[in-house]
């Protein structure tokens, strides 16, 4: 009983992180959401002098490319001890693909510790055991330092703004609730780039901007009836550009109008959505929305599509 208790403390004992087999240098971590999506890379490097360094590659924030910054000790204190929680070195040399499923997810790891120890580990559909409750634990500890990676460099993209000519506008508008009933679906693009580049249709119930009714219109516009220069406008007279990857749900989304933009320039985009509006949301809407409507009138597209 005596020997059975030490060599129990010694077994608990050679998973703390005091011990330098349990200090991380380096960490890698791949998330492979196969076509695309949440796909993310985690890296973490840890120098001689102890000052650790965090890089996030994310493709829900593929414009940001590669984004680094300084973490604390104590990040990766907490990493180390989410490493000795789960046992992650049992997952070395785990790799096995499911060849049964043709899409899905699957992940690469790889660390290496102060003593020169290695885990390296990849699975396809396929994972270790208890791995999903590992991953769990690592996207909480690295969330809130990602957070604010991302905040830096959406502030970045905000500062540097959009140049050049408008070459894509895509505009959703659609109420729900007591918000109303209306909706209105744009896509306009320069020609070349879809084989219709003009794309409108609309529910008006209100009859704001369009007679009440359900218009639909899907046929080509020469660039040089478009009028470009007034959409980017209204991008500069109500500062759009401070809406990139702008996201936000109100509280009471079910009665709120559900809005989503991507506004494409020469250089730069614009993506937007949600149902919590940001600044000059109202203003830029009716002066949209009043423009896309005298254009279509202009033009006779429209093509009432009631019953």
């Not at 049992?90 to 499923?101: A, H, I, Q, S, T």
Request: proline letters at 2%; one cysteine or more.
């Amino acid at each position: 009983m005596l020997m059975s208790g030490v060599f129990s403390f010694l077994s608990c004992a050679g998973n703390s992180v005091s011990d330098n087999d349990a200090r991380i240098r380096s960490f890698s971590y791949h998330f492979d959401g196969t076509i695309g999506g949440n796909t993310h890379t985690y890296t973490v490097r840890v120098a001689d002098d102890g000052t650790a360094t965090l890089t996030v590659e994310d493709m829900r924030h593929y414009d940001y490319g590669e984004i680094t910054d300084t973490v604390g000790s104590d990040f990766v204190r907490a990493l180390e001890e989410l490493c000795v929680k789960h046992n992650v070195r049992r997952y070395n040399g785990f790799d096995k693909v499911n060849r049964f499923v043709s899409d899905g997810s699957g992940f690469s790891l790889y660390i290496t510790y102060a003593n020169g120890k290695t885990v390296n580990a990849h699975g396809m559909n396929d994972f270790p055991a208890g791995f999903r409750d590992f991953s769990d634990d690592l996207q909480r500890l690295f969330e809130p330092c990602c957070e604010r990676l991302y905040a830096v460099a959406r502030q970045k993209k905000i500062e540097k703004g959009v140049s050049g000519e408008p070459t894509f506008i895509m505009a959703n508008f659609i109420q729900s609730g007591s918000s109303g009933s209306d909706r209105y679906e744009v896509m306009i693009s320069r020609q070349g780039i879809r084989q219709y580049n003009y794309e409108v249709r609309v529910r008006s119930c209100s009859g704001d901007f369009f007679p009440v009714g359900e218009f639909s219109c899907c046929t080509v516009v020469p660039d040089n009836e478009i009028d470009w220069k007034g959409f980017a406008r209204l991008v500069r007279k109500y500062g759009l550009t401070n809406w990139m990857d702008y996201e936000a749900t109100a509280e009471d989304y079910a009665n709120s109008e559900w809005f989503q933009l991507n506004l494409s320039f020469e250089e730069g985009r614009i993506d937007a959505m949600g149902t919590l509006h940001p600044d000059n949301y109202d203003d830029f809407r009716r002066d949209f929305l009043t423009m896309l409507g005298k254009a279509v009138k202009k033009h006779g597209l429209m093509q009432k599509t009631d019953n």
